[in-house]
C-alpha cells in the first residue's frame, strides 16, 4: 500500500497559488477502502472521555491517540496500516513540497524533525467551518475522507487572500478573501497542504443525513504545546517561530472562543 500511495503522491497535480497543496482522487484501493468503512464508527458511537467536540453546534466529534476508543481502533489492521502508512510518507511529502518549504519557512530540510499525528473525525449533517488556517504547529497537513457525500454540501473551498499582508489573520473576515477553487468531496478524497499563513480554507455547510467520516493528518514542528494534545487543542495555542511570515488572530473575540459555527 505505501509505494502505491507515494506514487499518487509524486504523480498528484501540484497547486502553487493561492498556497501549495495537492489533491487525490481514489485514494485508497477500493478493497481497502471497503474494509475500512466496515470498522469506522459512525457519528453517534464516536464516544468516549476524551472525545473533543470540534465546533459549537456539536456537528463534528474527533479522537485522538490517547483516547481509549482511538487505542482499539489502532488495533485493527485496515485502520492501524493506514496510520502507519500515513506515518511514512512524510518524506515524500516534504520531497514534494520542498522547494516551497525553502521559500517560506525557516526550516533547513537537512535536519528537519517532525512529529507525526494522526486522528479520526466525523461530521454530521449542519457542520460547516469559515475561513482559517489550520494550528501553527503543522509544516504539512492532510484530510483524508473515506466516506462522504458529495451531492449535498460539504464542499472545500481554497480561499485566497485578496492582499498580500505583513501579519496574517488566522480567522480572516470574508470581504478580505475570495474562492479560489472549490472540491465536491467524494469517497476516497485527499487532499495535502503546506501550511503558510495565508493557506486559507473552509466547509460549506454539509446537508446530507449520511456522517462525513475522515483523517486529519499532520506533520509538525517539535513545540512544547503541540497542538496533537486535547488539553492543548482546548487552548488554541498559536505561536510558530518558523514562518517567514507572521500570523495571528485578531479578533478578540476569537481569541477567547476557539471554537466556531
Known amino acids: 500500500m505505501l509505494l502505491q500511495l507515494q506514487k499518487k503522491i509524486e504523480n498528484a497535480k501540484f497547486f502553487s497559488k493561492p498556497y501549495p497543496y495537492l489533491v487525490i482522487n481514489n485514494f485508497l484501493a477500493k478493497n481497502y477502502l471497503m474494509e475500512l ?21 456539536k456537528t463534528k466529534k474527533s479522537i485522538f491517540p490517547s483516547s481509549k476508543q482511538f487505542k482499539i481502533l489502532n488495533k ?22 520542498k522547494k516551497e518549504i525553502i521559500n517560506h519557512t525557516k526550516v533547513s530540510l537537512k535536519n528537519i524533525k517532525l512529529s507525526y499525528h494522526f486522528s479520526y473525525s466525523v461530521m454530521k449533517k449542519g457542520y460547516l467551518k469559515s475561513p482559517h488556517i489550520d494550528r501553527r504547529d503543522h509544516l504539512i497537513h492532510g484530510i483524508f475522507y473515506p466516506c462522504s457525500d458529495h451531492l449535498n454540501g460539504g464542499e472545500i473551498l481554497i480561499n485566497e487572500a485578496k492582499k498580500k499582508k505583513k501579519i496574517y489573520d488566522i480567522f480572516p473576515k470574508n470581504k478580505d478573501l475570495k474562492i479560489n477553487k472549490s472540491f465536491k468531496v467524494k469517497n476516497n478524497f485527499c487532499i495535502f497542504i503546506l501550511n503558510v499563513p495565508w493557506s486559507y480554507h473552509s466547509v460549506k455547510e454539509y446537508k446530507s443525513a449520511k456522517d462525513r467520516k475522515y483523517f486529519y493528518i499532520a506533520y509538525d514542528f517539535k513545540i512544547l504545546e503541540k497542538g496533537s494534545i486535547t488539553k492543548n487543542r482546548k487552548k488554541g495555542y498559536n505561536s510558530n517561530l518558523f514562518w517567514n511570515n507572521k500570523a495571528k488572530i485578531k479578533s478578540k473575540t476569537r481569541r477567547n472562543i476557539f471554537l466556531s459555527e
Open 37 to 57: 468503512n466496515k470498522i469506522l464508527p459512525s457519528y453517534d458511537n464516536l464516544r468516549g472521555e476524551d472525545l473533543l467536540y470540534q465546533s459549537s453546534s
Open 76 to 97: 485493527k489492521e485496515p485502520f492501524k496500516n493506514l496510520n502507519l502508512a500515513f506515518k511514512n510518507l512524510q518524506t515524500i511529502l516534504i520531497k514534494k513540497f
